[in-house]
């Protein structure tokens, strides 16, 4: 089994910048892709990025592309999203999860391992 635990979230003021990590555990990290969502009050899960197991295929959001950036480092099991120039309509809950395989995706459903979450708040 997998755990997921996200740290780094926190309130800020727009344009500022904040950076995810999520630390994981209980299978070899390298062999499965990482994404991140987020859901803000009211709305549904939305994909923000992903990531392959090898941090070589990167994936964005529309919404994000240009502001945030995935990465990796599969020596500390670890995956990061470093968020830049933060926006009110960033306010979230930001879930990292872990793929079914090496190949990162936009559905969330062909992600097996969740998070908890950690909470995102931009500030205007």
């Known amino acids: 089994q997998v755990q997921l635990v996200e740290s780094g979230g926190g309130l800020v003021q727009a344009g500022s910048s904040l950076r995810l990590s999520c630390a994981a555990s209980?299978?070899?990290?390298?062999?499965?892709?990482m994404g991140w969502f987020r859901q803000a009050p009211g709305k549904e899960r939305e994909f923000v990025a992903a990531?392959?197991?090898?941090?070589?295929?990167?994936y964005y959001a529309d919404s994000v592309k240009g502001r945030f950036t995935i990465s990796r480092d599969n020596a500390k099991d670890t995956v990061y999203l470093q968020m830049n120039s933060l926006k009110p309509e960033d306010t979230a809950v930001y879930t990292c999860?872990?793929?079914?395989?090496?190949?990162?995706?936009?559905?969330?459903?062909?992600?097996?391992?969740w998070g908890q979450g950690t909470q995102v708040t931009v500030s205007s």
């Open positions: 990531i392959s197991w090898s941090g070589g295929l990167t």
């Open positions: 999860a872990g793929s079914r395989d090496k190949m990162p995706y936009y559905s969330a459903t062909l992600y097996i391992y």
């Open positions: 209980g299978r070899t990290f390298s062999s499965y892709a």
